[in-house]
Structures are given as C-alpha cells and as structure tokens.
C-alpha cells in the first residue's frame, strides 16, 4: 500500500523540512518488509481566494485532484477521533491486508479543510483539539506513520502500551 501525505502549503528549506524527511526516509526503510511503500509529500499551492470557504474550496479541488484513484482518505481535523499508536498501525495493516493500494493523509492550510471533503473522509483523525501549524502536523505525522512502520515490525522504537 502506498502512504502520501497531500498537504496545503510549502514549508521552506530548514529544521521542519529535515525532520518530516528523516521520519519518511525511517518509514520508508522499515514500511518496505512490510508492503507500505511510497511515503511521499505533494504540497499544494495555498488559495488566494477572498473569502475562507472560497480558500478552503478551491484548495479541497486541488487536494481531490491529487489523490490517486480509489484511495482511502485520512484527514486531519481537530474535530477527529484521537487515536492511540497502536491503533493507528492496527488501522494502517488492516487496510493493508484487505487489499488497499493507497493511503493519503490530507492537511489543510491555515483554515483547514472543506466540510465536504471532511465529510467523504474515510477516517478523520485529531492530534488534540489544539488547532497545530501545519509544519508540526506534518512531523507530527511523519513521526506517527514511522512509529506504525515500528509497530508493525515489532522495531522496540515504540515503548508505549
């Protein structure tokens, strides 16, 4: 199964940038025993529209444009369900083995996502009701894609319950 993250917005060259790459780069050496490839970012421009639902709008075409066909759809969203680790990599593994070819984790840009695209998630995830900048989303979710990769493998990385 293929893992993308499509997020709105660029993030410029430095700390952020190396450490959403160093955790996909992990991913991707550990994800491949295990048949999860990919673990690519498509940023995508952010709109210039003049109102906040023509942003989110406009920036949900873009984001759908991107998602390769037939895949499973995580949004980000601080109206998610939060998830332990472990369930995420047992979510993750049963798509997986049910035959899944790809997995894309959409974030929004700075005023989220569209409520429809929202709505026709497969699986809407929070990483608190914290409202994050998207650049530590992306580690945060970088980190959590490698640490399902560490789950999977049994990789002692993971201490948690």
């Not at 406009?58 to 949004?75: S, T």
């Not at 980000?76 to 369900?81: Q, S, T």
């Not at 332990?84 to 929004?108: E, F, M, Y």
Request: net charge positive.
């Amino acid at each position: 199964m293929r893992i993308v993250i499509a997020a709105i917005g660029r993030m410029k060259q430095g700390p952020e940038r190396e450490l959403v790459s160093r955790y996909l780069d992990r991913a991707r050496a550990t994800g491949r025993q295990l048949g999860l490839s990919g673990f690519d970012t498509i940023e995508l421009p952010e709109s210039r529209a003049a109102s906040a639902n023509a942003r989110k709008a406009e920036e949900a075409r873009a984001l759908r444009a991107a998602l390769p066909d037939n895949a499973l759809v995580v949004v980000l969203d601080e109206h998610g369900k939060s998830l332990t680790s472990l369930k995420l990599a047992d979510t993750v593994a049963a798509w997986r083995d049910n035959g899944k070819q790809a997995l894309v984790c959409l974030i929004g840009g700075a005023d989220g996502l569209d409520h429809d695209l929202i709505r026709s998630a497969d699986l809407k995830i929070a990483f608190s009701e914290f409202t994050w900048p998207h650049q530590i989303v992306r580690i945060m979710l970088a980190e959590q894609l490698y640490r399902t990769t560490t789950i999977l493998t049994g990789h002692p990385y993971h201490r948690g319950e």
